[in-house]
């Protein structure tokens, strides 16, 4: 099930498949909790392009995360980085998307609670 949009956000570079998220927790580093990480969302499988930099991934088992990608050792299976919290190696990816903008954002008490949260 795709989230529906829960607040507008100018972005000049939009497309009609600019998609945010908002950041939940710390660790990230320097970014904040509840900026909002823009990215294109096409849904496709990890690509040379998002390798080393900070993405929304979306692994097999449903999550959806903000991690730098790093390529795994093992086939179809990615590292995904954090700056500050436990690293998780070799896992398998449904798509990847780099992130394309981040804005810092302080949404109100009713877009807070309709905003889906990546980790």
């Given at each position: ?52 930099e900070l993405c929304i991934v979306q692994t097999a088992d449903h999550r959806c995360l903000a991690r730098i990608l790093k390529r795994g050792r093992r086939p179809n ?43």
């Amino acid at each position: 099930m795709k989230p529906q949009p829960v607040a507008s956000v100018a972005y000049p570079q939009q497309t009609p498949h600019t998609a945010a998220r908002m950041l939940r927790g710390h660790r990230m580093g320097a970014l904040k909790d509840g900026w909002l990480l823009l990215y294109e969302a096409l849904d496709r499988p990890p690509a040379e392009a998002a390798v080393d930099e900070l993405c929304i991934v979306q692994t097999a088992d449903h999550r959806c995360l903000a991690r730098i990608l790093k390529r795994g050792r093992r086939p179809n299976c990615w590292d995904l980085l954090t700056v500050t919290g436990e690293q998780e190696l070799d896992v398998p990816v449904t798509w990847a998307e780099p992130v394309t903008l981040i804005l810092p954002f302080k949404p109100s008490d009713e877009q807070a609670l309709r905003m889906l949260p990546v980790a």
